[in-house]
């Protein structure tokens, strides 16, 4: 199953001329088909992981390795990870005044398809595609014509980040979900966002905060994080777990 392997995954980021280590020898494995979570205190890295794994360029790799559809992640650009079928939800959406929405994700849709060696869609091809997506989404088609982000609710961002999510058709998925400003709602359109593409060509890693969220989501495996690894895996009890009693056992055993 080599679908993602991270392998004692070292990365580092320049603090104000000093390096800083983030990621500390991070072990994971996602098989094809499943549904990943990784849970963790504020600080430990959750979010560094995530973008070393969709290529922002600030973080420097300095050891370990990632195989994703056998092949080498980290030698990618950001759009060859795309086309290989990796998306990221920001954990802030980003605001892109004067920039409209419709056409923003019609750039995106073709950028993979092209990359991918298929057709580009047409306006109209994009359209239909588009509005078959937005009425399963309840989204209003006003929505395409907005600014990307600008002005949004919390709500709109979600639906806005599962209709990226649905139209890009990713094999796998990393959303990081902020520890606040998740209401149920945004939950429930993120978990059914989720749950909507699960099969045996799409995986996700859901980093989040939220047991609740995992209530909706039903994860394969959660992972704990800490101090830049994976310091607990087990089934979907571990978040349970964390919710009773806290990650201090977790903390200690690591230690
Ligand atoms: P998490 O998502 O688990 O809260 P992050 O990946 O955001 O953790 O951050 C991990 C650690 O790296 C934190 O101590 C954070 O302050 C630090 N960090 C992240 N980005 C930067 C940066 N650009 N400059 C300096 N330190 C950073
Ligand atoms: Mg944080
Ligand atoms: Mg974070």
Aim: no cysteine; aromatic share 6%.
């Amino acid at each position: 199953t080599d679908f993602l392997t991270v392998t004692n995954l070292r990365a580092r980021i320049d603090d104000n001329g000093t390096p800083k280590e983030i990621l500390r020898g991070l072990d994971l494995e996602i098989p094809p088909g499943e549904v990943h979570a990784i849970m963790g205190p504020n600080g430990s890295g959750k979010s560094t992981l995530s973008y070393v794994l969709s290529g922002r360029e600030e973080y420097e790799v300095t050891e370990g390795s990632v195989r994703f559809k056998g092949q080498d992640l980290l030698a990618l650009e950001p759009d060859e990870r795309a086309a290989l079928g990796v998306f990221l939800a920001f954990q802030a959406p980003v605001e892109l005044p004067g920039v409209n929405n419709a056409n923003f994700l019609r750039t995106a849709v073709n950028a993979v398809r092209r990359a991918r060696g298929e057709a580009e869609l047409d306006a109209v091809g994009f359209l239909k595609a588009v509005r078959a997506e937005t009425k399963r989404l309840h989204m209003s088609d006003e929505m395409l014509k907005r600014q990307v982000n600008v002005g949004f609710s919390g709500g709109e961002k979600k639906r806005n980040e599962v209709l990226q999510m649905r139209m890009l058709a990713p094999s796998l998925a990393i959303l990081d979900e902020t520890d606040s400003g998740l209401d149920i709602d945004a939950l429930r359109i993120v978990a059914d966002g989720v749950n909507s593409l699960r099969g045996p060509d799409f995986s996700a890693l859901v980093i989040t905060h939220h047991q609740r969220l995992l209530d909706y989501i039903h994860p394969d495996r959660v992972h704990v994080m800490a101090q830049g690894r994976i310091i607990h895996s087990g089934g979907p009890e571990v978040a349970h777990e964390l919710e009773a009693k806290g990650y201090a056992r977790y903390l200690q055993a690591a230690a």
